[in-house]
């Protein structure tokens, strides 16, 4: 079992930076890729960025590449999603997400098997 919990999310003006964090529970957190997604209104949930168990390997949306960086650390059970020159679009309830059964991780939501309670991000115009 992992328990996440996501916190940092806000408001904020465009142009403006958000550091989001996810606090994990649950021994397998240092063998587990983690993700974050999002969702917008009216919106299917969205891949934003994944990192491997060990944090070597990154991934990203290509909507958020070079904006957003994802990062760990395993000793705190911690993962973070930094986001830079945040625009109106990146308006959405953010998620992270744990997935247990891979070291790697992937963009894709099915093999993700926990999930956050999600945090909510609004970039103003």
């Known amino acids: 079992q992992v328990q996440l919990v996501e916190s940092g999310g806000g408001l904020v003006q465009a142009g403006g930076s958000l550091r989001l964090s996810c606090a994990a529970s649950?021994?397998?957190?240092?063998?587990?890729?983690m993700g974050w997604f999002r969702q917008a209104p009216g919106k299917e949930r969205e891949f934003v960025a994944v990192i491997s168990y060990y944090g070597g390997r990154t991934l990203y949306a290509a909507s958020v590449k070079g904006r957003f960086t994802i990062a760990r650390e395993n000793a705190k059970n911690m993962v973070y999603l930094q986001m830079n020159s945040l625009k109106p679009e990146d308006t959405a309830v953010y998620y992270c997400a744990a997935d247990t059964r891979r070291l790697y991780g992937s963009s894709l939501e099915r093999e993700y098997d926990y999930w956050g309670q999600g945090t909510q991000v609004t970039v103003s115009s």
């Open positions: 649950g021994r397998t957190f240092s063998t587990s890729p």
